[in-house]
């Protein structure tokens, strides 16, 4: 399978902004991903992004995409408890199988 | 949500039993996939489905099985459980949007003793 590589660990302040940052070495990858696990739970989607896209925003999420580089980021702005989760980030080539994930970034949030 | 519900929610099996892992959608969704999750490796595709009947090996097929008889249920089989199998199984479902993005059960724990 295609490798996707994430840190595990992420540690913030809340209020602070974090930066999830995912690797892949698929260069035909065509649809990018991110999801959201909570303790006990199935995984959540976040947001995605098109290859042919630099950035995506939504709300407090920033999504950003070098595609030379096959990077994707995730920038969570004023990072609350609540976001504290498992992230996972995912590329497919086709969409509609072969979705490939990254090992998850643990984001744990600091009172 | 995408209205799946997976059963059971948890098992506890000895090595050797066969075991089949339910997963139930109600959005009329046509692709249907498991994965396994395991620390370490994030989530890996076990086996999908493309359709009624029709169904694809995924990156980490060896000892499951599936069937997909109506669009609503997919089942997963583990003919003869092992330690190896041990491990949190997600069922998820696409529709036909412009994303495909999947849309997961809430998981089942398995532990194979």
């Known amino acids: 399978g295609e490798d996707v590589e994430q840190s595990l660990f992420l540690s913030v302040r809340e209020g602070d902004s974090s930066v999830i940052n995912c690797t892949y070495t698929?260069?035909?990858?065509?649809?990018l991903y991110w999801y959201k696990q909570e303790p006990g739970a199935g995984l959540q989607l976040l947001t995605y992004i098109f290859s042919n896209m630099d950035m995506k925003q939504d709300q407090r999420l920033t999504v950003l995409l070098n595609k030379k580089d096959k990077h994707l980021s995730l920038r969570i702005a004023d990072t609350q408890t609540g976001d504290s989760a498992i992230y996972f980030c995912?590329?497919?080539?086709?969409?509609?199988?072969?979705?490939?994930f990254g090992t998850g970034t643990r984001l744990t949030v600091i009172p | 949500d995408a209205g799946i519900t997976q059963s059971p929610r948890h098992k506890v099996t000895e090595t050797g039993t066969p075991v089949t892992l339910r997963c139930h959608q109600t959005e009329n969704h046509r692709y249907m996939y498991w994965y396994r999750q395991d620390p370490g490796h994030g989530l890996r595709l076990i086996h999908y489905s493309y359709g009624v009947k029709d169904t694809d090996k995924g990156e980490v097929s060896d000892g499951y099985s599936v069937s997909r008889s109506k669009t609503e249920d997919f089942l997963l089989t583990l003919e003869s459980a092992t330690s190896s199998q041990t491990s949190v199984y997600f069922c998820a479902t696409a529709g036909t949007g412009e994303t495909y993005e999947q849309y997961f059960g809430p998981g089942t724990r398995l532990t194979v003793t």
């Open positions: 698929d260069s035909s990858s065509t649809y």
């Open positions: 995912a590329e497919s080539e086709t969409g509609a199988n072969n979705l490939f």
